[in-house]
């Protein structure tokens, strides 16, 4: 069937289907049925044109033709400017600069949304350890955020200690957290893992719904005190600007980290476990002790996110790590690219930021994310920025080859 026509059938099916929705509204008060049949043509004009660029999308990607093909004087250049460390550390220069200067350049408004998400971030990327470095599915990685966030809340309700003293002991809490699922499922993978994390992270925010005399329920704990600098008192201005430097802090040391993990023998080992279990073993790595560190450092740093969360909204409750916290983590690291730190980060910016200046199309928020998550999954399932893989090539046989090709000459 030609494309043409696939389009067209596409459109009327459309317009049949959304006609009770869109095409008919009830005057009640005039006991009057009111046809809008012009949304309906518009709809199909609009659904007509879609599907003739689904059509051809499809048809160059079939061919094995990229979708937008970039010129190659402008690639040349992009792959010139990549290249030049020199050009890469002023752009890094430019934007610390940039951050630092955000809280007086910006309202108060637009610095929440920067702590939101530099939060997400540091989230993403650890999330990115255990799924985008070690290949672990895990869909419950929000309990770790919230063992982090009531680890704080309760241990200063409690105890009395401040944000500093529990910073380090959120992230150890929500470590060991993590070595106690990941002992369980050491011999799952794939879709039996995702399922046992998800009914993991269900288990701890209905624990922390249902254990009233502990975290307070659905009430959650209020009066978590923001953290100090030297006993200074401060307002509300002055202490969100204080966060947002603590934030940026961290999301400069997280990205450090786990670059430098990486690259590291133990990211060395994440990454072959990734890429084959079986062939993993058999080369000598320890599987269990690989599992076990991806999971223990990954939600490391969801606890470290949960204790400043907590600090920074100074009130906490199971609503705010449900499921869907999950999941527009593990969306940023899809989106932005398993295994990669600036795509993951980029994808959190996105995430994040777009629906906060996207608000005059509220009702279509979650439509215009759904659509953009599956045209990224079919024509680019690596994300925006692919992670980088190592090629390694054996010197003699390079020699052998260069050698056989001069005499070749």
Known sequence: MPAIAKAFLTAIWFMILTLPVMGIKLNLLENRVNWKFDRILWLGVAVFFLAMLWNWCFARKARGLPILAMPESIRASLDKVSGNTGLKR????????????MPWLGSFYQTNIMISAMLYIMLALGLNIVVGLAGQLVLGYVAFYAVGAYGYALLNQY????????????????????????????????????IVTLGFGEIVRLAMLNWTSLTGGPRGISDIPRPGFFNMEMDLNQATDYIYYLVLIAVIITVIVISRLKNSRVGLALQALREDEVACEAMGVDITRAKLSAFALGSCWAGFAGVIFAAKTTFINPSSFTFMESAMILSMVV??????????????????????????????RMLIFGAIMVIMMIFRPQGLISGERRNYRITALAERDARAAREGN
């Open 90 to 101: 002023t752009f890094l220069v430019l934007l610390l600069a940039i951050l630092v200067a």
């Open 335 to 364: 989106l932005g690219g398993m295994g990669s730190i600036s795509g993951v980060i980029i994808a959190a910016i996105i995430l994040i930021m777009a629906p906060e200046y996207l608000r005059a199309f509220s009702e279509y």
């Open 159 to 194: 105890f009395g200690l401040g944000f500093w003293a529990c910073l380090p002991l959120g992230g150890l809490l929500a470590a060991l957290f993590g070595l106690g699922l990941g002992f369980p499922v050491l011999r799952l993978r794939g879709d039996y893992l995702a």
